[in-house]
């Protein structure tokens, strides 16, 4: 074969590859955009749910934010470690002790995160001045919503703890096959449930338990031994 068929050939396999090679390149970057928008549905769908059980729960805090008789003990120690503090024997505690041993770890986890929220306010009220002062009928009332809106905040983060584990390249449940629709369902029927959305905000012990249930959970999953 002379070299000038060679270069012939050469030429139209050039060519031939130019002309297969946008398509190519239309085929990579269809699935790509495919690729992008399914992340992106996935992302808002997340982003949805995350929004619709944090609203079930506030919901159910502002409908009904009053105490039970289990739940006023937590309540009322939050309240001593927050305006006592060392004082104990101010504390609800000392003076009417009951018949059931309690312990302080829930609401003293509860009342470090209330107590900053609170000093922050008042250094804003403070920095704005006293003329923009607002004098509450129900100081005490407005402190158990806030508690009770951190108790929720935090139950809430754990179960965007279990729910971003099972989407671990490192989750133990990974080769169940309708792991990704279980996982993309989990927040929206967990906002569903009433139960888990209402507890979720009161201070009960069981309350406090769920939060390093959850917890557990996500190590256990993600295979973390910790």
């Keep these: 074969m002379s070299s000038s068929e060679k270069k012939k050939g050469n030429s139209r396999r050039s060519s031939k590859s130019s002309v297969d090679q946008p398509d190519a390149v239309g085929r990579n970057s269809e699935l790509s955009s495919e690729e992008k928008k399914n992340l992106r549905e996935q992302y808002f769908w997340e982003i949805g749910t995350k929004c619709i059980l944090m609203a079930v729960m506030v919901m159910h805090l502002l409908y009904c934010p009053y105490n ?5 003990f937590n309540t009322q120690a939050t309240f001593d470690i927050l305006h006592n503090g060392f004082d104990l024997d101010a ?3 000392k003076r009417y002790p009951g018949v059931v041993p309690r ?3 829930g609401p003293l986890m509860l009342a470090i995160p209330v107590k ?3 000093s922050a306010v008042e250094l804003i ?3 704005v001045g006293s003329s923009f002062e607002v004098e509450s009928p129900q100081p005490l009332f407005y402190e158990q919503i806030l508690m009770r809106l951190v108790l929720a905040a935090v ?3 754990t179960y965007c703890e279990v729910n971003d584990a099972m989407a671990h390249k490192n989750c133990v449940l990974r080769n169940i096959p309708h792991l990704p629709e279980a996982r993309r369902y989990f927040l929206f029927i967990t906002a569903a449930q009433p139960h888990l959305s209402y507890y979720a905000s009161r201070t009960l012990p069981n309350s406090f338990a769920l939060i390093f249930t959850n917890l557990a959970i996500a190590k ?3 295979n973390t031994r910790r």
């Design 68 to 72: 039970k008789v289990e739940e006023s």
């Design 91 to 93: 504390y609800d505690h």
């Design 103 to 105: 312990t302080f770890i």
């Design 116 to 118: 900053i929220l609170i």
């Design 125 to 127: 009220k403070w920095l």
């Design 155 to 157: 139950t809430f983060t």
């Design 220 to 222: 256990w999953l993600v």
